[in-house]
């Protein structure tokens, strides 16, 4: 059963170009959520998305940041016009199903997208 | 007040001995609670999980949960220098994580 997929695992971006970020959750599993880990911090929320719908990104800056979990294919977190302070690892994780205690509601991490912005 | 409260460290143990690490969490209406280990430069991988009050084991793992003081551990026996790592605390209430900064844990040989 394979884990959550990432891709790219480094990507380098100038000022102003646009990152695009994928994740495949694991087999079985329909809730997607992206974290971002700044270096030497903590991993922050940004968003949580169940397939085509944006249930919470109370966690995703106002500007520049999007993201989507399409019917099909992965889902993308998209940069647009990068600046420096956007350069951190995204983690993605997925989850089964929502629930209120326990195993179910249980994330599971990608590799992560290492981004730098030049 | 942070959400999510741990000692950054690092914390120092002997190989063999037992390492402690603790956490608090500021919002009563959590319910689940999770012991993630993050290796530089990697992914956070998953350790336990606990959402009842009292212990719960897994092999060299034992979580505690007590949710009247808001607070949750993670002890560590027979501690390798594989163990050597950031331990990330999370928790849930409304449908996301909410991670403590992490504390770094430094086996000794």
């Known amino acids: 059963n394979a884990g959550v997929m990432q891709n790219p695992r480094h990507l380098v971006r100038r000022r102003g170009q646009e990152a695009r970020l994928r994740c495949s959750p694991m087999k079985g599993h329909s809730h997607v959520y992206w974290y971002r880990q700044l270096p030497e911090e903590g991993l922050k929320f940004m968003v949580y998305l169940q397939k085509e719908n944006i249930i919470d990104e109370s966690g995703m800056p106002k500007e520049r940041f999007s993201a989507e979990f399409p019917k099909e294919g992965p889902s993308i977190l998209r940069i647009q016009q990068v600046v420096r302070g956007d350069s951190a690892a995204y983690f993605c994780?997925?989850?089964?199903?929502?629930?209120?205690?326990?195993?179910?509601?249980?994330?599971?991490f990608g590799p992560g997208t290492r981004l730098t912005v030049l | 007040q942070k959400e999510v409260e741990q000692n950054s460290g690092p914390l120092s143990v002997p190989e063999g001995a037992i390492a402690s690490l603790n956490c608090t969490y500021s919002d009563r209406g959590s319910q689940s609670f999770f012991w993630y280990r993050q290796y530089s430069g990697k992914s956070p991988e998953l350790i336990m999980f606990?959402?009842?009050?009292g212990d719960k084991e897994d092999g060299r793992f034992t979580a505690q949960l007590n949710k009247a003081s808001q607070y949750v551990s993670l002890l560590i026996r027979d501690s390798q220098p594989s163990d050597s790592a950031t331990y990330l605390c999370a928790v849930t209430g409304n449908e996301k994580l909410t991670f403590g900064t992490g504390t770094r844990l430094t086996i000794i040989p």
């Open positions: 994780a997925s989850s089964p199903r929502l629930g209120t205690s326990g195993s179910t509601d249980t994330q599971y």
């Open positions: 606990i959402y009842s009050n």
